[in-house]
């Protein structure tokens, strides 16, 4: 079992940034990548950016650019770097954690608000 903690959410403007952090704990040899991904109200969620245990990424092409995934091996921890929001942005973001022998695990999510 992987249990993840999200945490740097809020409300920001337009143009601002934010950055979420994102702890794993539990069985987390098991993790072979983590990533972030969000979902706004009536839409599907989406995934946003990721990072193997090697440290490649990969970002939605909606984010290139402004979004940075990276990871502190000595925090645990695992952060989306978030600049130049936009009003688009705005949804509950989760971490996510994916294992190669139980799947999927997903943090309780942050919401994060940009106003125009």
């Known amino acids: 079992q992987v249990q993840l903690v999200e945490s740097g959410g809020g409300l920001v403007q337009a143009g601002g940034s934010l950055r979420l952090s994102c702890v794993p704990s539990?069985?987390?040899?098991?993790?072979?990548?983590m990533g972030w991904y969000r979902q706004a109200p009536g839409k599907q969620r989406e995934r946003v950016a990721a990072?193997?245990?090697?440290?490649?990424?990969n970002y939605a092409d909606s984010v290139k650019g402004r979004f940075t995934i990276s990871r502190d091996n000595a925090k645990n921890t695992v952060y989306l770097q978030m600049n130049s929001l936009k009003f688009e942005d705005s949804a509950v973001y989760y971490c996510?954690?994916?294992?190669?022998?139980?799947?999927?695990?997903w943090g309780q999510g942050t919401q994060v608000t940009v106003s125009s």
């Open positions: 539990g069985s987390i040899f098991t993790i072979n990548s």
């Open positions: 996510n954690a994916r294992s190669g022998i139980a799947g999927d695990y």
């Open positions: 990072i193997t245990k090697y440290g490649s990424t």
